[in-house]
């Protein structure tokens, strides 16, 4: 009998975790049934799919997807497996084609997922049916505002009810946009981290680790006129107050009043004198569109969003769509994208990718620390059988609201994921 | 070769020269000497693996520097809080296949193919391997790098983790 994954000691005001949840092989056996196969889990965004025959492949939980348009415009996710015998039928990682042909026995399917064509036919039984051999599918397959989700579980709520509070901060995200409509944009960022999963999860909302773990960055805002000053007295770390929230069924998010520049219409001197005048377009527009509170709210303030288990939208210097998957327990797989407003002018979106780059990604001032960080922890973990505990009860029992500096958040995920993997099957 | 009358002559040896000149730099970690070889607008690229031919005004790249950037970034490396690249990654740059591609005035674009070795630490080696390309331009004092763009071959950066040295 292994020890409780959590313990939550709301009198002692104490939270600790069991590291064995961040090292053993048969916790992600677990996972991968009690969460990857129980939770609505993010596929791809319909922008990226945008003509009829479009597609990309990935891997969706660790399963070869295709995820694609077809010939009518309905959007589909296939498993990229032939119902032959089992070879990946789509090898190309995006691009627009009819259909799907297996390089083995030449099976081939339309990009609706038909079985079309089977050499040699006339060899089958009269009990081979090709209606019955079409690609395989999710049990669900859902979207809200143009994010698609898969759910192995045939049972699942709807995405719309999974989702519950969290679309509230989805809608916060895509009010950049005049239509409402915002798109990935081209480039991926696929790296993987030498860590568990679920330390990114922790990683992408504490921001308790900003001014260690950033210090160059920080440095590099101040360097270029951002002031960093920060004020004392009121428990901050940063120059601005930001709160945790919980949106319900393991989603939360971080909200933050903006310091750090915001291409959708909060200036910053990085930005450049050039860009002001348009800015201020940008923002009249927003102010005009949805009334001068909601405007600021979408300009003034930022948040790393969290989609319960592993999408995770940064709605900050700039906006990514980062997702994740456990390679094994102690490696991770990355996938992220910059995600703009589709109307965007030219000068706008290079604004935008540019401010991406100050802090995200694999070349960012920010992103490879915190990937340093998360190994340093998946490496001293090697410990983990002689020092069990991860101490994280920062900010329990404040009478105060709980800020992004806490850890109030990361405390959110690990009780709905052991929520799930206590579960009975 | 494509070599309008007014562009000034340049023999592949010395521009592999002012390569490996730049190689030995980096791979010393003298930043700032390797800061004294860009032009006052030079900028520094890595674009995207799956889409090593785009520009980074319309395509989310790895980085794409100015030379504020790069004058910052080469700060940060220099911190010892830049935590990624502390303590210093060891870094061994072979260049090979160098091809002077064009000169017009005294701008010589270079391509040349690379591999970068990083050690860093208890971790095994990771390779870094692509092409340069350069656009330098020609001074009384030698050459200076105006652009340099640093094309990754692998389909996605995976393994590699990050670029968080100059590569």
């Excluded at chain 1, 709160?243 to 903006?258: C, E, K, Q, S």
């Excluded at chain 2, 690229?45 to 790069?70: C, H, M, Q, W, Y």
């Excluded at chain 2, 210093?88 to 090979?96: E, K, N």
């Excluded at chain 2, 390309?133 to 692998?154: E, M, N, P």
Aim: aromatic share 10%.
């Amino acid at each position: 009998m292994r020890d409780a994954f959590i313990i939550d000691d709301a009198r002692e005001k104490k939270f600790l975790l069991n590291r064995e949840a961040l090292v053993s092989p048969s916790v992600l056996q677990a996972e991968m049934k009690k969460v990857f196969a129980k939770c609505w889990i993010y596929v791809g965004h319909a922008s990226e799919i945008k003509a009829p025959g479009d597609f990309v492949t990935r891997r969706v939980t660790g399963r070869p997807i295709i995820f694609c348009r077809d010939h009518s415009g309905e959007i589909h996710c296939f498993f990229n497996t032939c119902r032959h015998r089992g070879a990946i039928v789509c090898t190309e990682p995006a691009g627009n084609r009819r259909g799907f042909r297996c390089i083995y026995h030449g099976w081939a399917y339309v990009n609706d997922g038909k079985l079309a064509g089977v050499p040699g036919a006339d060899a089958y039984a009269d009990t081979f049916d090709k209606n019955e051999l079409g690609l395989r599918r999710p049990p669900r397959f859902e979207s809200y505002r143009g994010f698609w989700f898969l759910c192995l579980d045939k049972d699942a709520p709807s995405l719309e009810t999974y989702l519950g509070k969290a679309k509230d901060y989805m809608d916060l995200v895509l009010d950049q946009s005049p239509s409402g409509t915002m798109e990935i944009l081209t480039g991926v960022q696929d790296y993987d981290i030498a860590a568990n999963w679920k330390l990114m999860v922790e990683n992408s909302v504490d921001d308790y680790h900003i001014p260690t773990t950033h210090s160059t960055w920080l440095a590099y805002m101040a360097n270029s006129g951002v002031g960093i000053h920060v004020p004392q007295g009121e428990g901050l770390v940063l120059p601005t107050k930001g709160w945790a929230i919980d949106l319900g069924n393991g989603h939360f998010t971080t909200d933050n009043i903006n310091f750090r520049g915001r291409p959708v219409a909060k200036w910053i001197p990085i930005y450049g004198e050039d860009a002001k005048p348009e800015m201020d377009e940008i923002r009249r527009e927003l102010v005009e569109r949805l009334g001068p509170d909601r405007a600021n709210r979408v300009a003034d303030t930022n948040r790393n969003l969290v989609i319960f288990p592993n999408l995770v939208i940064n709605d900050g210097s700039s906006v990514t769509v980062r997702t994740f998957y456990p390679e094994n327990a102690a490696k991770m797989h990355v996938s992220a994208w910059a995600f703009g407003p589709v109307e965007e002018s030219e000068t706008a979106r290079a604004r935008r990718l540019d401010a991406f780059l100050t802090f995200y990604g694999p070349g960012g001032f920010a992103t490879p620390d915190d990937v340093e960080a998360l190994e340093l922890v998946q490496q001293g973990l090697a410990n983990w059988e002689d020092d069990p505990w991860s101490e994280m009860s920062r900010g329990m029992g404040k009478e105060s609201a709980q800020l992004n500096s806490d850890e109030h958040h990361l405390r959110i995920f690990w009780r709905r994921w052991n929520q799930l993997m206590e579960a009975a099957q | 070769m494509n070599a309008p009358s007014n562009a000034i002559r340049v023999s592949r040896a010395e521009v592999e020269d002012f390569l490996y000149h730049e190689a030995a730099l980096l791979d010393e970690w003298r930043l700032d000497e390797w800061l004294e070889l860009l032009t006052d607008d030079a900028i520094y690229e890595v674009p995207p693996n799956d889409t090593p031919g785009g520009s980074s005004k319309n395509t989310l790249f790895i980085l794409a520097d100015d030379i504020v950037r790069i004058r910052e970034r080469v700060k940060r490396l220099k911190s010892p809080n830049c935590h990624a690249e502390f303590p210093h990654s060891r870094t061994r740059r072979l260049i090979t296949n160098v091809r002077i591609l064009q000169t017009e005035g005294n701008l010589v674009t270079v391509a040349a193919n690379f591999v970068c070795y990083r050690y860093r630490r208890h971790e095994r080696i990771r390779e870094f391997v692509g092409t340069y390309r350069f656009v330098l331009q020609h001074t009384h004092d030698g050459f200076r790098i105006k652009a340099r763009r640093t094309t990754l071959d692998a389909y996605e950066l995976g393994s590699l983790g990050a670029v968080s040295f100059i590569l």
